[in-house]
């Protein structure tokens, strides 16, 4: 029976017109790689994902069913190709079921020889494995049992042990050498109490190193009976052992026996208890010396203690450190010895001083003295420092300064209260000075002489000796340097800010009682030539030898950090020399309104030509001559100023002034002139209208000079006598612009173009 083929399926969807001038329809794009999806590892959906960071879904997906079409394109194809095969492979297969029946016997029974095997290799295992948890159980019990036993054995060679030291621990206490003779079990050798210690310690050592192994033991069967049973007499072994040891070690102190010290803080070491021998020297060593140096009651109530100083109790402190303490801290520092666990300097005298100085002195860590506060804070880092001196290698100094006695005593010190009550004395002070209600000149009446260099004011003075405050030996903790050096930072920023509002509310008129800037609403010129002065030379000082000063003390920080301490200073410096432009501006100012209540006669001249029939002018005004006496009196007297001028800033002053001045006078004079002009201009056309109204002619021209040009010829004569006076000031008035507009303003047709005064 013939099979028609497969018929072909429908050509695939049609792409975008973009396709008509791209690749044939079997083509596929860069990105499009049909061999990914023949790879064990391909994932559809990290595929897409991929895909679609830079290619369109519709894209995609157009290109996704193309590719399945073509696919099935090329089954079909195939399948055509040998179809009649495909049409004949049933008919192949005869006889199958029977081939199946023969072929399934052999398997059966393969399958049961396996399961049978299976079985007895199954019990096997089961065997094996309980036979090997038997003899891990075995082997438990067999461990515990040795661990039993070897704790037995090391609890009774401990107490044989111990039964061969003193039985009455007293025996220790007064260092008994025929009391300990008595109970110390040796081959006769022995002859004196230096060698009963020695025996004595070394066997205590032997002890500790036995208690050391039985604590071992206990800490893996803590939990059986047999352990909790015999717990008493571990117990009462470890306190005879204590005790026996402490009296050892109180004993080789007292004799400074290096052997004797050594085998008991071995022991010490060997038990883990290192605190004990600690406390034991503490007590015995350290408390009776620091005892008769702070003598301290046992309530904690100072007895017959006389101030807060501790300068001269460390000096003390000191010397029975090095004659009394020195040769336990090198026995314990000793190179390889294995007692680098001690910390004699830490837990024992630098506790026990911190302890009396509490008990004794307590108002030596009070901030409420600063002086005395900051003494004895010196004098205690230099202390501490002098016990980092027997610490033998840095390692030891930082586990020095990482011990919790160390940090405790550190926080005894409460820099930051001492700061607070330093910042409120030295801002204090400048902040009480510059509250004043004017401007205070401090002159240097005891001396003969005037230095150039020396401040006018007081509130520049105040502020220089609170610069130099922060920075001072006996205020500057350098714990606290950072925050002294925002201080100095502080302090030019308020003087700064204090002068340049001062300077603003003059000028706004904002200087009433309240403001806080009635200094600004008094000051007079010469007052504000002291501020220049002063200025100078405080940026002179902070910039110079202060900033040096600064720079010497912080000399161990590193080079980074000296530069932004520098540039910090220089920026307050510069800031504060940025204000002198503002006082000159305001002395300018001043000096301005003084002279134009003078010019108040230029208005009363125009007034006086207008209403009276005047001759021509041959001659200046009188205000003339009084339009500058403010800058000669206050910049002419140079025996009176040159201390506190420069000649820079006396010309700068003048100049400046002298412009100033001149806008104004031009400003009245020009005003005035045109307002004539322009009047004068009205009535000529007033007079000719008249005129050709009456008949009268008006070409005859009149040979008067009217009242304008009379009153431009007296500005004139004025402006050339205050440009003379402008000269004898050393201003060239010619340089003035405002002079030169002036002079174009008034001056007649034939002079305007040249300036000749």
Not at 152 to 173: G, R, T, Y
Not at 222 to 233: A, D, S, V
Not at 642 to 660: F, I, Q, V
């Amino acid at each position: 029976m013939a099979v028609d083929p497969i018929q072909t399926p429908p050509p695939p969807p049609s792409r975008s017109n973009a396709y008509l001038f791209s690749d044939p329809l079997d083509s596929h794009p860069l990105w499009f790689k049909p061999d990914l999806f023949l790879s064990p590892n391909f994932d559809s959906d990290s595929y897409i994902s991929e895909l679609r960071t830079f290619v369109p879904f519709d894209t995609l997906r157009s290109e996704l069913q193309a590719h399945l079409t073509s696919l099935n394109h090329e089954l079909i194809d195939l399948i055509n190709r040998d179809y009649a095969d495909f049409v004949n492979l049933s008919t192949k297969l005869v006889d199958v079921d029977s081939a199946v029946v023969r072929m399934r016997a052999p398997l059966l029974e393969l399958r049961e020889k396996i399961e049978g095997f299976r079985g007895s290799v199954e019990s096997s295992l089961v065997a094996l494995k309980n036979g090997l948890e038997q003899r891990s159980e075995a082997a438990a019990t067999r461990e515990v049992l040795e661990l039993l036993l070897d704790t037995f054995h090391v609890v009774s060679k401990v107490e044989k042990l111990i039964k061969e030291l003193p039985s009455v621990p007293a025996d220790w206490s007064n260092g008994d050498v025929n009391l300990v003779e008595k109970n110390v079990v040796s081959n006769g050798s022995i002859e004196n109490g230096t060698n009963v210690r020695e025996t004595q310690s070394m066997l205590l050592e032997r002890i500790a190193s036995e208690m050391n192994r039985l604590k071992f033991y206990i800490a893996h069967a803590q939990n059986l009976p047999f352990i909790q049973n015999m717990e008493k007499r571990i117990q009462s072994a470890s306190l005879l052992l204590d005790a026996s040891l402490g009296h050892c070690f109180v004993d080789g102190l007292e004799h400074r026996d290096e052997s004797v010290i050594y085998n008991c803080l071995r022991a010490y070491a060997a038990i883990d208890n290192t605190s004990s021998a600690e406390d034991i020297f503490r007590t015995t060593v350290v408390a009776p010396l620091v005892q008769k140096i702070i003598p301290h009651g046992p309530s904690g109530v100072a007895v017959g203690a006389s101030g807060d100083g501790l300068e001269s109790d460390y000096q003390e402190i000191k010397t029975c450190i090095n004659k009394d303490c020195k040769f336990l801290l090198e026995i314990s520092s000793a190179e390889n010895s294995g007692l680098h666990v001690f910390d004699f300097l830490a837990n024992s005298i630098l506790k026990e001083v911190l302890s009396a100085i509490q008990k004794g002195k307590p108002g030596a860590f009070s901030p409420g003295r600063p002086t005395e506060f900051l003494m004895n804070y010196k004098s205690s880092l230099d202390f501490l420092a002098h016990l980092e001196g027997y610490c033998p290698s840095r390692s030891s100094v930082t586990k020095f300064r990482a011990e919790a006695i160390y940090n405790e005593f550190m926080k005894q010190w409460n820099v930051g209260v001492y700061f607070s009550l330093r910042f409120q004395e030295i801002a204090g002070a400048l902040e009480s000075a510059l509250a004043a209600t004017s401007l205070i000149p401090v002159h240097n009446s005891h001396s003969g002489h005037w230095n150039s260099q020396d401040l006018t004011l007081k509130q520049s003075i105040t502020l220089l000796e609170s610069l130099r405050s922060c920075w001072r030996e006996d205020v500057l903790i350098f714990s606290c340097a950072d925050k002294f050096l925002r201080l100095t930072l502080q302090l030019l920023s308020r003087f700064s800010n204090w002068l340049s509002s001062g300077l603003d509310a003059r000028k706004t008129g904002n200087t009433s009682s309240n403001s806080g800037y009635e200094w600004a609403a008094s000051a007079v010129p010469s007052d504000f030539l002291y501020i220049i002065h002063d200025i100078s030379c405080l940026v002179t000082e902070v910039c110079g030898g202060y900033l040096d000063d600064v720079l010497q003390l912080l000399s161990s920080c590193s080079i980074d950090i000296l530069d932004l301490v520098k540039q910090s200073i220089l920026q307050g410096g510069k800031s504060l020399n940025g204000l002198i432009p503002l006082v000159i501006n305001a002395i300018t100012e001043s000096l301005v309104d003084e002279a134009v209540k003078g010019l108040k006669d230029v208005k009363a001249i125009a007034t006086t030509f207008r209403m009276t029939n005047k001759p021509i002018p041959t001659r200046h005004s009188l205000y003339v001559s009084g339009l500058l006496t403010p800058l000669k009196k206050d910049f002419l007297d140079t025996e009176k100023h040159s201390p506190y001028l420069t000649k820079e800033t006396m010309n700068e002053l003048r100049h400046g002034a002298a412009t100033a001045i001149t806008g104004r006078y031009y400003d009245m004079v020009a005003e005035i002139v045109n307002v004539a002009r322009k009047t004068e201009s009205s009535l000529q056309r007033l007079k000719k209208g008249a005129q050709r109204r009456t008949g009268v002619s008006s070409d005859v021209s009149d040979p008067t000079v009217s009242d304008t040009d009379k009153l431009c010829m007296q500005y004139f004569l004025d402006i050339q006598e205050y440009g003379r006076n402008l000269s004898t000031l050393g201003v060239d008035a010619k340089e003035i612009p405002a002079f030169q507009s002036l002079w174009q303003c008034v001056a007649p047709l034939d002079r305007q173009n040249v300036i000749n005064l």
